[in-house]
């Protein structure tokens, strides 16, 4: 079978200054002073490997939980074991919850077989702090650490010959890049950087951010890799049409987009 990249959209939710997640329609809008957030893993499948660039919330969210990403794997003909490489674009809860649950009322991995591929000098802030957000998030940090396959990146890394990973900020302090490149196919997955669709066109410095102007900066720098080098732009927050591809740019409007269908096998 062909290499291809496929979104695992797990919902679209309304998260307030609380950070809970609490699901919506994809065509509501948020609650007053929150933000309107979807969440979207994205697999890629190669003849070698299956590749997740994030894996979702986990049951962190309202309605949540890994029984999602196994019904989207499993329109690909996948299952979570099937899954061999996760790599994180960085550490917010909302992109790493996937990795593990708790069905049987204990902790589990979701991905047994993964290896999992995260910022090395990211995961040990996390690690170093008290507390991940509150006690069970802590928990699921800590059962992490002790029982995953963590794999550690440096600031810039390649640990398989089709995928780059390299350290950009902005977001939070060691937010990566996820770039994959077989010689055939370009995906980038940039995170919050690059978040949805509507941020590659708008020029903004969110107060959210750890470093806001150095995510503005990042964003316009990789939008013009991203245009130039031909990669489809893999938008994890995006409502609609998360993957898609840069065609044109007009100082006066910006990049032109087009949409890029997720591939179903048939």
Not at 119 to 132: C, H, L, Q, R, T
Request: glycine share 8%; aromatic share 14%.
């Amino acid at each position: 079978m062909k290499t291809y990249a496929a979104t695992l959209y797990e919902g679209t939710f309304s998260v307030g200054l609380d950070k809970k997640f609490v699901r919506i329609d994809r065509n509501d809008p948020p609650a007053k002073g929150a933000l309107k957030l979807s969440l979207n893993p994205f697999l890629i499948h190669t003849s070698e490997r299956n590749y997740l660039f994030d894996c979702g919330i986990g049951e962190f969210g309202e309605d949540t939980g890994p029984e999602t990403i196994r019904e989207n794997l499993n329109e690909h003909g996948l299952s979570e074991f099937d899954i061999t490489d996760i790599f994180l674009s960085h550490l917010h809860y909302d992109h790493i919850g996937g990795l593990a649950h708790r069905e049987s009322g204990y902790w589990e991995l979701t991905f047994p077989d993964a290896n999992i591929w995260v910022s090395k000098k990211g995961w040990e802030k996390v690690i170093a702090k008290e507390e991940y957000y509150d006690a069970e998030k802590t928990e699921f940090i800590s059962f992490l650490d002790a029982k995953a396959d963590l794999n550690f990146l440096d600031e810039e890394d390649q640990p398989y010959p089709d995928i780059t990973v390299k350290k950009i900020g902005g977001h939070t302090e060691f937010h990566q890049v996820l770039l994959f490149d077989d010689g055939k196919q370009k995906y980038m997955q940039a995170g919050d950087v690059i978040g949805t669709k509507g941020a590659i066109n708008r020029k903004y410095a969110a107060k959210y951010d750890f470093e806001p102007k150095v995510s503005q900066q990042r964003r316009e720098e990789l939008a013009k890799k991203a245009f130039e080098e031909g990669f489809v732009i893999m938008s994890y927050h995006e409502d609609r049409n998360p993957l898609f591809k840069l065609t044109g740019y007009e100082d006066k409007t910006g990049y032109s987009t087009e949409n890029i269908d997720s591939y179903v096998p048939a």
